[in-house]
C-alpha cells in the first residue's frame, strides 16, 4: 500500500471520528440573535428556548441570562434562579473568577464551575473588536438542567457589545462543547481532500 493511501485512510478515519463526536451533540439549538446589549443598568434579559429578550424581566417570561453594566471595563452578568449561571475560571487570560471567554473546545456541562459575577478585559481574557465565547446553563421548560455556549461580539471597549448567538442541547443534562474545535474542521477538510484526491 502506497504511504499516500495510508495517509488518506488515517485522514478518513480521524474525521469520521470528529463527526461522530459532533453527533453525539446533535440536539443543538442556535439562535442567531445579533442582539445589542446596551451600555446601562438593565442591559438585556434574555430566554434561551423562546428567543425573547427585553430590557425589564418583567417583559420577558422565564429568562435565563441578564448581561448588563455600565462600564467600559467589564460586563455584569445576572442569571435567574439555580441551577443557573454562567462560566467561571479559566478564561483565555488565565485562571480567574470572572464570567471567563472561553476557547474553542471547552466542554461546558456539570463539572464547570458556573456563577453570576463580571466578565473583564483583564480578568477574564475577554478580547476586544473580537467575538467572545462563553458557557452557560439554564433551567429549562422541561424542569431540566440546559448547558449552552454563546458569542458575545465585543468592539472597542467592553461597552460596546452584541450577542450574536446562543447555542444549546435540547436534552437536559449533556454536555455541550463551545465552538468547533479548530482541529476537528481541519480534519473534515483534510478528509474531503482526499476524497477528491481518490476520485481523480
Given at each position: ?11 478518513v ?19 442567531n440573535?445579533?442582539?445589542v ?18 430590557s425589564?424581566?418583567?417583559n ?11 462600564s467600559?471595563?467589564?460586563?455584569s ?37 458556573f ?30 438542567t440546559?448547558?449552552?455556549?454563546g ?14 448567538s ?13 465552538a468547533?474545535a ?13 476524497a ?5
Open positions: 500500500m502506497r504511504i499516500s493511501n495510508r495517509f488518506e485512510k488515517h485522514i478515519a480521524a474525521a469520521t471520528v470528529a463527526m461522530t463526536a459532533a453527533a453525539a451533540n446533535a440536539a443543538l439549538v442556535t439562535w440573535a445579533n442582539l446589549i446596551p451600555n446601562n443598568i438593565d442591559g438585556q434579559y434574555i430566554n434561551v428556548e423562546t428567543q425573547v429578550a427585553g425589564a424581566a418583567g420577558v417570561a422565564g429568562w435565563d441570562l441578564n448581561p448588563y453594566g455600565t467600559t471595563t467589564a460586563m452578568w445576572f442569571a435567574a434562579a439555580a441551577p443557573s449561571g454562567c462560566v467561571m475560571g479559566l478564561g483565555q487570560g488565565g485562571a480567574t473568577a470572572a464570567v471567563a471567554s472561553l476557547s474553542g473546545g471547552t466542554l461546558v456541562s456539570s463539572a464547570s464551575t456563577g453570576n459575577t463580571a466578565s473583564s478585559v483583564t480578568a477574564g481574557g475577554w478580547m476586544l473588536n473580537a467575538a467572545n465565547y462563553f458557557g452557560f446553563r439554564f433551567v429549562g421548560a422541561d424542569a431540566g440546559h448547558y449552552g455556549w458569542i458575545m461580539t465585543v468592539g472597542a471597549t467592553m461597552g460596546v457589545r452584541t450577542l450574536t446562543v447555542t444549546f442541547e435540547t436534552t437536559a443534562g449533556a454536555s455541550v462543547t463551545v468547533p479548530p482541529g476537528a474542521l481541519a480534519l473534515l477538510g483534510l478528509a474531503g481532500f482526499a477528491r484526491r481518490r476520485r481523480s
